[in-house]
């Protein structure tokens, strides 16, 4: 245990992201609270921003910059994609960084260029660490890759019957509804008020979304099957809170009880994925501003299909609190520090 | 053409499906609205029950009876499952019955009695006359049942695929988002407001919910190949509309190309069904209040799907404009009479 | 009667209010959509900026000239603040102009100079038939400046009290809710739908809201006694319509009764304001998509204070549904066609 | 400070206060939770009512006696009025008892009568702390009755100026829009989320409303003058947020800067009152889930009115986060133990 504070930096401080990072930083036990900065809106105060983050309502945004970001434990990026490589190369190797884009996500150059048309800056621990594997990584590590939220979703929803070789990775198809804040604070038309109450959407619909391949990435850790993912992302009117559903064809003779068998197994020791009892089915109110996954898990025996429904907040579990669990494990503290399991609802 | 007006009835006035039906019929040129009925609300007003429905306010709602539902040339019924068959028995063979319910849409008793519980009432001419095959025995019907609003989307979006043979049929599935007006007006816990706003949920998983077996009956009706679906409903935070993912592996070396031509031409000369310029992706708000049915399709080529898109108004053409249009088709009036193509937006 | 359809053409086609007329256009039985314009939007389809107008989705939009807009019997000017006039000089005098902006609502430059802090262009016959002595100017008129929303609501809501001398018109409170579309379609950060969705603010408090000098000059044409109005706009987690609150002290001995008469009374011949039945409030719901005003009176007895609560649709009957409306009066058509009592609910 | 945690009972754990109450001592470090009653769903977990209390899912609910109840340091009782004092009564008198519905929190007998029907049960030191002259009556105190949500905010925006001699408290207006979840989780048909989603509504207008008198109440402790105030609630179509637009005509020669005085000197220590800086106004989404109110104040120079907004969370501050204040100050913890300023935002 740490005894003197932590100080963090938050870059990206104006975003939905960096907003939620200080949410949480500021319910942090170890942690004081450094440099906020920003690119467009340097220079206003937070309050006039993120006038729900009240303790730090007069702190005056700085300049993005590496003088600005340096002296401190830990810096979190929530910076546009491209943007964190530069940080990463001037701050010393031991602070930690905590990347919230993607640049670091993904380990295929081929596959980033594919999808993001710029140059592979490479990979860093992934920061999952209920995903099999992924914990030892991010335990000291000192640059953490913040997961996608719809691959932290989907990705909790479809391990656990991955591993137990119950499903057929060859075929799978997610659906992943998302609230608006998924699309960032940049004012843009169709994501004005008018446009998304009351109304459902798709985009990046066609094998053309980003995370697509984050998804078959981590789901290509768990076994050594061919993957295919069909991923389709919706854009739901709710401003938080992801809701995916997840299918894949189940193996010969796997029953209803094999799958909740290797739910109950994969996840009995993780605090923050939670399988539901049966009959209840996740909602993402139930996890709105908490880093909790709830799963639920069916069998559709007349398709032959696994279908397993995963809720998480998207800029929670989804964002901030992963990185915030991952700071935890950089830093050696208890993983679950300054995080909460409860959702806030109704 | 009718020289007199239409007297039309309405049985559930005060639910969902009703109020939608009396709001078109209230811009039908043709229709003169008779008995308004309802079960517990009988006794009351409209106005106090449906206020959007002014020209209607001061309209009493009767007891469902027989006697009440005579004597009209059209008789709505949005009616709880199972209470179809005592009216269509006691009314005229002449007397134009629109089944909103679910009574008689599914052909094969068992299937119905395995998903219902009850005994099998029997099938009328299924109301969905984009359905190719299905137009012709809806002209001049007296008996139709309206179809669910799920297998509506869900069908359109996937029949053009399934006759020109692009997709196996063998491996559909079909995640709908729906908004809470397909779950009724009674009053339950979780689809209180305080609930639903904000919030995306799952129901009906794997498998069981009923509209699961009426989407695969009627891709039934246009191929000889097998067809098996995973259907997932979600209940989505918005009053009204379904968007609807539908996806299906494609045949050997089908290409976008392909899927485009296939879905023009099939709707072509349908005045309710749209397939949006290349880009452009259905949106619930677009299709508002109108008979209209959006559709986008693309193509992932790495995970060897098609992917639909469609959405459409749940209360609209999903039900009421559903059944208004087959009343015109019954009567011999032009099959768009009182109904609109353009949405309610923003 | 009009023999041979109007023409008529819109400019502004791109945003919300330009949209309504539009959607309300589609449905006239008298009307020839013509030219259609747009600023940044000029030279796309309409169909990709508001896919729910399906039948005209393939229009081009053009740029807003005067050039374009010449030839039309009808021209609706839905465009920013100041920009009318140039073309009302241009446009011959036999055209119909209806100005959906605030350019020509308020009589005294003064005034309009203080709210807007740009020259006074002049003013228009007000489109509010239903306030006492309007619907004669309008009617056959050249010119007419369409209503703002929030003073649609509130004369409507206050003055039958106001007119039957049953209220103090020098101590008004109204205070209004409105749907985010009121703001218009331009991308600012705070109409994003993850700020408005699940939240209420207020904005242009204390008598700044340009909106507010506006209901004092409707109801200064009612009484001789001085008018002041306490204004309160606020911002609803919706895409449409208004709920004002609107409250004033009674004479002395005013009953709930006096006030219900003078109501039923000033609107027993309007065909699209509607007074409740006593123990029903207002909803937006219920007048959505229509050109219904729904109001509802009550007598707080301890305060002193009349009670009357309004609901509009802003982009219907708050703004198009008005220039439709005023459309019809100005041609000499019946003053209802192509509009609507009936709300598109839930 | 206790050594030992404090045991704490809450009746009524199954509606949106008891679990908002839960959530807020879930993360409250000096206490353990200990017996959680209900109603109608006495018998089932908590976690199929309240599934984002995770930790606390598997606990069943218990029967809401006195004997259940028994043995506690603190019992929070959230039940439907007019039940309370039985418990009260059966209680020890060492027992903390924190009650949320309103039972003890009118003094006069006759306004209770008036406004609740039922016999007076007496009154209870009233649990808002800001209120001048109450913090002290809560200090150590035994019995608390919480504040309505409404009054909560009205009261709190309102007193500065009141207290300052600033405002005429003859003519106060207070236009409140709240959440849904202030009416509860009991399923009405007007509760629904496809009848409050994209609607605004009035309720309890005319005087009627019974958080009229308890705002008189409190302003009436702060002043001799008279206290009228004309109230409106109105439902706004979000979860959860009050936003209260608070006007009163202003004293001769009142300034804007003398507002803006009273309210920073009013609550300069106040840890949960928030006077934004000019030109930022309050927003419910701020203050989502915290214990926060958020304040801004206007001159209307032309109406001769003080505009006052405030914003709180109905559920939070509104009522769960004032009894854990409560609970503090009764039992000599810092007052804002397990209480937090920031708000869930977006």
Chains 1, 2, 3, 4 share one sequence.
């Not at 104006?14 to 319910?27: D, M, N, P």
């Not at 592979?120 to 621990?125: K, L, N, V």
């Not at 290509?220 to 919706?234: C, I």
């Amino acid at each position: 245990m740490h005894m003197s504070p932590i100080s963090v930096a938050v870059a990206g401080a104006s975003g939905y992201a960096g907003g939620e990072v200080l949410r949480l930083l500021l319910g942090h036990p170890e942690v004081q609270i450094g440099a906020l900065t920003a690119g467009a809106n340097a220079g206003e105060t937070l309050g006039s921003l993120q006038p729900h983050l009240v303790p730090l309502a007069d702190r005056v945004l700085e300049d993005t910059t590496v003088e600005v970001l340096s002296g401190h434990d830990v810096v979190f990026l929530a910076l546009p994609h491209g943007q964190s490589a530069q940080y990463a190369a001037a701050l010393g190797e031991d602070v930690v960084i905590i990347d919230c884009g993607a640049d670091y996500r993904l380990t295929d150059p081929g596959v980033w260029e594919k999808f993001y048309g710029t140059p592979h800056a490479g990979s860093w621990p992934y920061g999952l660490p209920e995903l099999p594997g992924q914990r030892a990584q991010l335990t000291g590590a000192r640059r953490i890759a913040v997961p996608g939220c719809y691959p932290t979703v989907s990705s909790l929803a479809l391990a656990p019957a991955v591993v137990a070789g119950l499903v057929d990775t060859s075929d799978i198809v997610v659906v992943a509804a998302s609230g608006t804040s998924g699309a960032g604070k940049a004012a843009k038309p169709h994501l004005l008020g008018s446009e998304v109450m009351g109304s459902m959407t798709a985009y990046g619909v066609g094998g053309v979304h980003r995370h697509g391949p984050e998804i078959v990435q981590n789901l290509g850790t768990l076994t050594d099957q061919p993957v295919k993912v069909s991923f389709t992302p919706l854009l739901a009117p709710m401003p938080r809170g992801i809701l995916a559903t997840c299918t894949a064809p189940v193996a010969e003779g796997v029953t209803l009880e094999d799958l909740r068998t290797a739910y109950l197994k994969a996840y009995a020791d993780e605090p923050f994925v939670h399988l539901l009892p049966e009959g209840q089915w996740p909602a993402t109110k139930a996890v709105h501003g908490s880093n909790s996954v709830h799963l639920q898990v069916a069998l559709d025996e007349d398709a032959g299909r696994a279908v397993v429904i995963g809720a998480v907040d998207n800029l929670a579990k989804g964002t901030a609190g992963a990185a915030v669990q991952c700071m935890n494990l950089a830093l050696g503290l208890p993983e679950a520090t300054g995080l909460s399991t409860v959702g806030v609802a109704p």
